[in-house]
């Protein structure tokens, strides 16, 4: 097996800072490589958090000025991750989440803080920090997205680069004008084969136009987006680089993930002791506040609140779901409009609705242990988290046919729908409610979700292939 060196490089990484599934992604991965025999390391911006956390910190080079201010690299460690951290306070030294404000709007330097983030990651595969010289360059999403651009545009010898979408719709677009003030030659901004779009420029879009090779989240995915809808302005480009573009699904942490030695739910089980979820969905309606029915389909719901996820789809779904007897346990956060009309229904209909709005890591782990079915009704989805950990919880899924969605969710595992309707969820939720009450055919779908493969076993090694691949090609 051949070693291979690969230097991540994300805006967040579970279990330090995070948003989203990318920051899952970045977390997990590095750790799943390594029964493959790739070293990974990630890159990841010295945010409070990631300050607070990190241990063995060694600093590697210090500048008077980088991007505008004094700036550190430094290599660490967190529970398991070797990390090297920009740390550069006025950039990243901000409370709360790492791309708004608190008032929920873009930070204005989103450009120049994401261009350095980047510019580092380079120059670490030119051989800044020589213990560790990386072979590939991985970069995660639109906030990477220059790193691939920088090593281009550096010229002479480099690593292999890797783009990974994660989700088409945030493209780190920014005024061309920017280019020349981070580093980049001017005409690049102009160049329809190198950072120009539409007018302006797109990290994302750099990314994909100049990187070795691509990624996305999953199959169903890489062929969606290669369509000008799914592409999202981007689908002639990912069309015209298809043979560059794979789909590898995302996996969950099954030590994280894990019904049996589960700290944060009530009662503790496996496939064996399935009879366990009911103390499980006993204890998730007491603290919800739903009334004690363990005979009513309790429907859960962990999701950003957007239009992408399709929760106004549910809340339209509303009268079957209470027309049948259902409940309902959400917990997200995201369109403020949502958020005030899941509160609104939750108090209009108490002990059968409860909206929690927020993100709380103990009860998202309880509603995969205590709710029967999980609902993630999204327009698109890339991947999907949730509906994996479902599985992994005997949690059944009723979801959208699409993207990774319809690779991990099939007929004999729980429920799928499209299109992607109010009225199609409905009927499925109908078709869920009258199964439910079929304890053996139930059972059946939660015992085929439990038997399963969502870990990142298997798809650590097609990373592993795709590196090593890559590797080659460019040393022949």
């Given at each position: 097996?051949?070693?291979?060196?690969?230097?991540?490089?994300?805006?967040?990484?579970?279990?330090?800072?995070?948003?989203?599934?990318?920051?899952d992604?970045?977390?997990?991965?590095?750790?799943?490589?390594?029964?493959?025999?790739?070293?990974?390391?990630?890159?990841?911006?010295?945010?409070p958090?990631?300050?607070?956390?990190?241990?063995?910190?060694?600093?590697?080079?210090?500048w008077?000025?980088?991007?505008?201010?004094?700036?550190?690299?430094?290599?660490g460690?967190?529970?398991?991750?070797?990390?090297?951290?920009?740390?550069?306070p006025?950039?990243?030294?901000?409370?709360?989440?790492?791309?708004?404000?608190?008032e929920?709007?873009?930070?204005?330097?989103?450009?120049?803080?994401?261009?350095?983030?980047?510019?580092i990651?380079?120059?670490?595969?030119?051989?800044?920090?020589?213990?560790?010289?990386?072979?590939?360059?991985?970069?995660?999403?639109?906030?990477?997205?220059l790193?691939?651009?920088?090593?281009?545009?550096?010229?002479?010898?480099?690593?292999?680069?890797?783009?990974t979408?994660?989700?088409?719709?945030?493209?780190?677009?920014?005024?061309?004008?920017?280019?020349?003030?981070?580093?980049?030659?001017?005409?690049?901004?102009?160049?329809?084969?190198?950072?120009?779009?539409?007018?302006?420029?797109?990290?994302?879009?750099?990314?994909?136009?100049?990187?070795?090779r691509?990624?996305?989240?999953?199959?169903?995915?890489?062929?969606?987006?290669?369509?000008?809808?799914?592409?999202?302005?981007?689908?002639?480009?990912?069309?015209?680089?298809?043979?560059?573009?794979?789909?590898?699904?995302?996996?969950?942490?099954?030590?994280?993930?894990n019904?049996h030695?589960?700290?944060?739910?009530?009662?503790?089980?496996?496939?064996?002791?399935?009879?366990?979820?009911?103390?499980?969905?006993?204890?998730?309606?007491?603290?919800?506040?739903?009334?004690?029915?363990p005979?009513?389909?309790?429907?859960?719901?962990?999701?950003?609140l957007?239009?992408?996820k399709?929760?106004?789809?549910?809340?339209?779904?509303?009268?079957?779901?209470?027309?049948d007897?259902?409940?309902?346990?959400?917990?997200?956060?995201?369109?403020a409009?949502?958020?005030?009309?899941?509160?609104?229904?939750?108090?209009?209909?108490?002990?059968?609705?409860?909206?929690?709005?927020?993100?709380?890591?103990?009860?998202?782990?309880?509603?995969?242990?205590?709710?029967?079915?999980?609902?993630?009704?999204?327009?698109?989805e890339p991947?999907?988290?949730?509906?994996?950990?479902?599985?992994?919880?005997?949690?059944?899924?009723?979801?959208?046919?699409?993207?990774?969605?319809?690779?991990?969710?099939?007929?004999?595992?729980?429920?799928?729908?499209?299109?992607?309707?109010?009225?199609?969820?409905?009927?499925?939720?109908?078709?869920?409610?009258?199964?439910?009450?079929?304890?053996?055919?139930?059972?059946?779908?939660?015992?085929?979700?439990?038997?399963?493969?969502?870990?990142?076993?298997n798809?650590?090694?097609?990373?592993?292939?795709?590196?090593?691949?890559?590797?080659a090609?460019?040393?022949?």
């Amino acid at each position: 097996m051949t070693p291979a060196r690969v230097l991540a490089v994300a805006s967040e990484v579970y279990p330090i800072v995070k948003t989203g599934g990318l920051a899952d992604v970045a977390g997990a991965l590095p750790i799943a490589l390594k029964a493959h025999g790739v070293e990974m390391r990630t890159l990841m911006p010295g945010y409070p958090d990631v300050m607070r956390r990190l241990s063995g910190a060694e600093e590697i080079r210090r500048w008077p000025d980088y991007f505008g201010g004094p700036g550190r690299l430094l290599a660490g460690s967190h529970d398991g991750l070797d990390l090297f951290v920009l740390d550069v306070p006025h950039l990243y030294a901000r409370p709360g989440n790492p791309y708004v404000t608190a008032e929920g709007v873009d930070w204005p330097d989103n450009g120049v803080r994401f261009a350095a983030l980047s510019r580092i990651a380079a120059d670490i595969g030119h051989g800044l920090v020589p213990a560790f010289v990386p072979d590939v360059v991985h970069a995660h999403d639109w906030q990477a997205g220059l790193a691939p651009a920088y090593l281009h545009y550096d010229g002479g010898a480099r690593p292999g680069t890797v783009m990974t979408i994660h989700n088409m719709a945030y493209q780190g677009k920014f005024d061309r004008t920017l280019a020349g003030a981070i580093g980049l030659p001017w005409d690049a901004s102009f160049d329809v084969h190198g950072l120009e779009y539409f007018g302006s420029i797109s990290f994302l879009k750099a990314g994909l136009q100049l990187a070795d090779r691509i990624t996305t989240v999953s199959p169903t995915y890489a062929q969606e987006i290669q369509s000008d809808e799914g592409g999202m302005g981007l689908g002639g480009l990912l069309r015209e680089r298809a043979n560059a573009l794979s789909g590898i699904l995302n996996g969950i942490d099954i030590s994280v993930w894990n019904p049996h030695t589960d700290p944060h739910i009530a009662y503790r089980f496996s496939a064996e002791e399935l009879s366990f979820r009911s103390a499980n969905k006993a204890a998730l309606q007491q603290r919800l506040g739903l009334d004690p029915r363990p005979d009513a389909l309790l429907l859960g719901v962990i999701s950003r609140l957007s239009w992408q996820k399709g929760l106004d789809l549910l809340l339209e779904s509303m009268p079957t779901i209470l027309g049948d007897g259902m409940q309902l346990a959400l917990l997200g956060s995201g369109d403020a409009e949502l958020q005030d009309r899941y509160q609104g229904t939750a108090r209009g209909h108490p002990g059968r609705i409860a909206a929690v709005i927020g993100y709380d890591e103990a009860l998202a782990h309880l509603i995969q242990a205590g709710s029967d079915a999980l609902i993630v009704p999204s327009r698109f989805e890339p991947c999907g988290l949730t509906q994996l950990c479902a599985l992994r919880y005997g949690a059944v899924p009723i979801v959208s046919r699409v993207g990774g969605l319809a690779d991990t969710v099939n007929e004999t595992t729980g429920f799928t729908f499209g299109p992607v309707t109010s009225a199609n969820l409905s009927a499925t939720l109908g078709r869920a409610s009258f199964t439910y009450h079929d304890k053996a055919t139930w059972r059946q779908l939660q015992l085929a979700g439990l038997a399963t493969d969502v870990s990142w076993r298997n798809r650590a090694g097609e990373y592993a292939a795709l590196y090593r691949g890559l590797m080659a090609s460019r040393s022949a």
